[in-house]
Nanobody
Framework: QVQLVESGGGLVQAGGSLRLSCAAS????????MGWFRQAPGKEREFVAV????????PYADSVKGRFTISRDNAKNTVYLQMNRLKPEDTAVYYC???????????????????WGQGTQVTVSS
């Protein structure tokens, strides 16, 4: 079992920054791939970024590439999403998720993930 708790959301003006955190707990959390997704009102949940605790490449959605950075602190079992140059279209509930498997391109699909956090709201005003 893996538990995920997100934090760090809030209201920010366009062009601003936020850093989201996802604290993970569980006996084998280090073997999971960790993803960030977001869901805006009336839209489907969409992939943002993913990483593995063991390292390697960190794919991003095209819409956030160059503005968002996913990272991890292995000692704290925490994954971060640094969001810079935020836009109103980034407004959504952001979710952290854990997957037992990591393979391209399946990491972009929510169904590939086994555990989810409760989500944190990010609102970007224009």
């Amino acid at each position: 079992q893996v538990q995920l708790v997100e934090s760090g959301g809030g209201l920010v003006q366009a062009g601003g920054s936020l850093r989201l955190s996802c604290a993970a707990s569980g006996r084998t959390v280090s073997s999971y791939a960790m993803g960030w997704f977001r869901q805006a009102p009336g839209k489907e949940r969409e992939f943002v970024a993913v990483l593995r605790w063991s390292g390697g490449s960190t794919p991003y959605a095209d819409s956030v590439k160059g503005r968002f950075t996913i990272s991890r602190d292995n000692a704290k079992n925490t994954v971060y999403l640094q969001m810079n140059r935020l836009k109103p279209e980034d407004t959504a509930v952001y979710y952290c998720a854990a997957s037992r498997s990591y393979s391209s391109p399946y990491y972009i699909y929510p169904s590939n993930y086994d555990y989810w956090g409760q989500g944190t709201q990010v609102t970007v005003s224009s």
